[in-house]
């Protein structure tokens, strides 16, 4: 049986296969703390599953149209009016199963073979395997701890070349955490200005998980609105990752690029999801801040502690439930059995196998210095984490 040389252009998501490896030890029957998914804790708040029910009651169990029903295309431009100030209607709006497939409709919708993608590292681990699919070249921007992890407005300008098509980006910022502030994206939305021929993709997915005020959106500065495709979704804000809604708002004719695109792959989304995210959308907002709350309050326990672990360089995260510590003190160090830390792979692996907590290689992120951890989990998981991170680190020499 053949496979094709499509499969090897990319490889298997690093949070994936640390989730996969932790699940094998806790087969096993050890016990791993799992650090590693950016996946709330929490349920599904109460209001939009009952609004799923009463979509199950009431029949709506049938194909939906490609671009997503109307209410919630009506609804996702209201929410977009009243948190964000941006103005778009429903045929800016296209409505997909993950925010995942809406970030690679738009790469595959904008990327010819040998376009440039620039990717300012850290980046969530899919942005540049979906460039690859494109067929397109992925140009890094290093943004490291001594950057807050964030790309500035000169890098920017200095990464561009006559191949450049486009720039992703998240904000809050999956893993490091970072915010972008309404004057760092003036500065960004200067640069692309000059640059027509440069689409940005804004992956704003953490919007509602922010410790710093009010959330800022690229897509906010008219003279570059056209050039934007912001992404959004559901999982993280609402905790609903199971499911599986995203969207995008976007120029009606990348619009339908993208839903030409995902006709032939997925069609529309879940029927009953849609009408959920109705709901989520437009009813209590309680929930969701309440959550954002919890996060904070583990945040502050978790950096704290993870800053009193002898080696670890921390930044405190502005968004998102990720911490990104900085871990290159202890390459070069041994475990127990002589085996040499060389690179945050292998403090990831040694930090699973030793210390039974999981988290992910900043590799995986554009930034080999680094691990994520996620902090989305209870606070007991966290105090039991940090006791195991330093008692693993401790057998180092």
Not at 190 to 212: A, F, G, M
Not at 254 to 260: H, Q
Request: glycine share 8%; with cysteine; proline share 4%.
């Amino acid at each position: 049986m053949q496979i094709s040389q499509f499969v090897d252009r990319f490889n298997e998501p690093q949070t994936l296969l640390m989730a996969k490896l932790g699940r094998e030890l806790t087969a096993q029957g050890i016990d791993i703390i799992s650090l590693s998914l950016g996946e709330p804790d929490f349920d599904t708040p109460e209001h939009i599953k009952d609004a799923a029910k009463r979509a199950l009651d009431a029949g709506y169990t049938k194909y939906t149209p490609v671009a997503g029903i109307m209410d919630l295309r009506k609804a996702i431009c209201t929410k977009l009016k009243r948190d964000n100030g941006l103005d778009y209607k429903p045929e800016n709006i296209l409505v997909s199963t993950g925010a995942k497939q809406s970030l690679v409709n738009a790469v595959l919708a904008t990327i010819n073979p040998g376009d440039e993608a620039i990717i300012p590292t850290p980046f969530w681990v899919t942005y540049a395997a979906q460039v690859e699919l494109a067929q397109g070249v992925v140009k890094y921007i290093p943004c490291g701890i001594e950057d807050h992890f964030k790309m500035t407005a000169e890098k920017l300008e200095a990464a561009i070349t006559e191949k450049s098509r486009l720039l992703m980006f998240s904000s809050p910022c999956n893993p490091s955490g970072a915010v972008y502030s309404k004057a760092e994206l003036e500065a960004i939305a200067k640069v692309i200005e000059k640059h027509p021929q440069i689409t940005v993709i804004s992956d704003e997915i953490y919007e509602l998980i922010n410790y710093v005020g009010k959330h800022e959106s690229i897509a906010q500065f008219e003279a570059i609105k056209d050039q934007v495709i912001l992404v959004n979704g559901f999982a993280k804000g609402y905790a609903m990752t199971g499911w599986r809604l995203g969207y995008i708002a976007a120029p009606e004719a990348m619009v339908k690029a993208c839903e030409k695109i995902q006709g032939q792959f997925t069609s529309g989304t879940n029927s009953i999801a849609q009408h959920a995210a109705v709901a989520a959308l437009l009813e209590d907002q309680g929930p969701s801040i309440a959550m954002t709350q919890a996060f904070k309050e583990r945040r502050a326990y978790f950096i704290e502690a993870l800053s009193g672990i002898a080696g670890f360089k921390v930044v405190e995260p502005e968004g998102a439930f990720y911490a990104f510590p900085d871990i290159s003190y202890y390459f070069g160090k041994k475990d127990a059995k002589g085996r040499v830390i060389q690179n945050a792979d292998d403090f990831a692996i040694f930090l699973l196998n030793t210390g039974h907590v999981s988290g992910v290689s900043g590799a995986a992120f554009g930034s080999d210095d680094c691990i994520r951890f996620s902090y989305a989990a209870s606070m007991a998981q966290l105090q039991e984490a940090v006791k195991r991170i330093k008692a693993a680190v401790s057998t180092l020499s």
